[in-house]
C-alpha cells in the first residue's frame, strides 16, 4: 500500500500537466520571437546594405523627390505616397499629370527611401510638417495647389487639407484603419503596441503587396523591413485623420477611390471618414473586388487615372504674376 501511495504522489496531476505544458508553451513563444527578431534585424540589415544609393545623398536610386511640368504652370500638384513606398506607388500618375499642363511635385515622406531605421524615429509630427513644407513651397510659388495621397499619403493629404489652404484634394485608397479580417483575433494595430516592444522590425515579403495584378509586383517598390514603431506611427496618424472634427474642416473639392477589395486601409473607414468631410463639392468612387488597395498598379488603374483626370480639369496656361 505505501509503495502504491508514492507511486500516486510521484504521479503528475493534472494541475502539474497544465503547468508544464503552459511553461514550454511560453518557452516555444520566446524562443520563436527570438529567433524571428534575429532574422528580421540580419534582413534589415542586407537591405540597407544591398540597396543602390545616391552617393551624395544616400536616397534610394528611383525613390528620389522629383519635380515635373512646366514651371511657368498656374496650377501645381503635390502628390504624397504611401507608408514604406515612393512615388514608385503612383505608377507614372505624376508624369501623365504633368502632360496635362499641371506642375508636379512627387515628394519623398520623411523616413522614407532611406532606411528602416529611419523611418522607425519620425514621429507624426515630424512626417506630416515635411509635407506641409513641400505644401507650403508649392503654395508660395503658384496660384492653385491641389493635392492627391495615396494610402498614408492620403492620410497625411487629410491632415493637410484639415488646416491648410488647398485647391482640389485626390486621396486614392486612403489609411484611417487596417482592413480588418475575423482570423487576426485583435486588430493588426493592438497586435503590433503589444509586440513592438520585443520585436523591432516586421518583414514584407512580395505576398503581403496588396495588388491583384501580381505582374505589377516587380516594378513596385517598399521597404522590405519595417520598424514596428513606425507601424504604431501610421496607426496614430490614421487615428488622427478620421477624427470627425479635423474631416469636418476639409472644405475643398474632394474626389475619393476606393477598392471594395482593398485589403490594406479598411474601406468602411473610408466610407465612414468621407461621410464627415464637410465639402458640398465631394465625389467617392469605388471599384470593386477586381483590384486591391494598389489601385494605381491593378486592373483598374487606366480608369482611376482617367477619373483623376477628369476631376482636376485643365489647368491655366501661365500662372499670374504679382
Not at 520571437?33 to 544609393?53: C, D, G, L, N, Q
Amino acid at each position: 500500500m505505501d509503495i502504491e501511495k508514492d507511486e500516486r504522489a510521484r504521479r503528475p496531476t493534472w494541475k502539474k500537466k497544465l503547468l508544464l505544458s503552459g511553461t514550454a508553451a511560453i518557452l516555444i513563444i520566446i524562443v520563436g520571437i527570438a529567433i524571428y527578431s534575429f532574422v528580421a534585424v540580419r534582413s534589415m540589415k542586407h537591405e540597407v546594405a544591398s540597396t543602390p544609393r545616391n552617393p551624395n545623398t544616400g536616397i534610394i536610386l528611383g525613390a528620389e523627390p522629383l519635380s515635373l511640368g512646366p514651371r511657368e504652370a498656374s496650377t501645381a500638384i503635390l502628390l504624397l505616397h504611401g507608408h514604406v513606398g515612393s512615388r514608385v506607388d503612383f505608377a507614372g500618375l505624376g508624369e501623365r499629370l504633368a502632360e496635362e499642363g499641371f506642375r508636379v511635385r512627387y515628394a519623398l515622406l520623411a523616413g522614407h527611401g532611406t532606411t528602416p531605421d529611419d523611418y522607425g524615429r519620425q514621429t507624426p509630427e515630424r512626417i506630416v510638417g515635411a509635407a506641409a513644407d513641400e505644401l507650403a513651397a508649392l503654395r508660395g510659388a503658384y496660384d492653385k495647389v491641389y493635392l492627391i495621397g495615396f494610402s498614408m499619403g492620403g492620410t497625411i493629404s487629410t491632415l493637410l487639407a484639415s488646416e491648410h489652404d488647398i485647391d482640389r484634394l485626390v486621396l486614392i485608397a486612403p489609411y484611417y484603419r487596417v482592413t480588418y479580417h475575423w482570423y487576426y483575433g485583435l486588430p493588426p494595430s493592438t497586435w503590433n503596441t503589444l509586440l513592438s516592444p520585443i520585436i523591432p522590425y516586421i518583414m514584407k515579403t512580395d505576398r503581403y503587396i496588396q495588388v491583384n495584378k501580381r505582374e505589377s509586383v516587380p516594378s513596385m517598390f517598399s521597404y522590405r523591413t519595417i520598424p514596428t514603431r513606425a507601424v504604431n506611427t501610421l496607426t496614430e496618424l490614421g487615428r488622427r485623420a478620421r477624427d470627425p472634427d479635423v474631416l469636418g474642416k476639409i472644405t475643398c473639392p474632394v474626389l475619393v477611390l476606393h477598392s471594395h477589395g482593398d485589403e490594406a486601409a479598411s474601406p468602411d473607414a473610408s466610407a465612414e471618414a468621407y461621410g464627415h468631410i464637410a465639402s458640398t463639392d465631394k465625389q467617392m468612387l469605388w471599384y470593386t473586388e477586381r483590384s486591391n488597395h494598389h489601385l494605381l498598379w491593378d486592373y483598374d488603374a487606366e480608369d482611376v487615372v482617367a477619373k483623376i483626370v477628369q476631376f482636376l480639369g485643365q489647368p491655366d496656361s501661365v500662372k499670374q504674376e504679382g
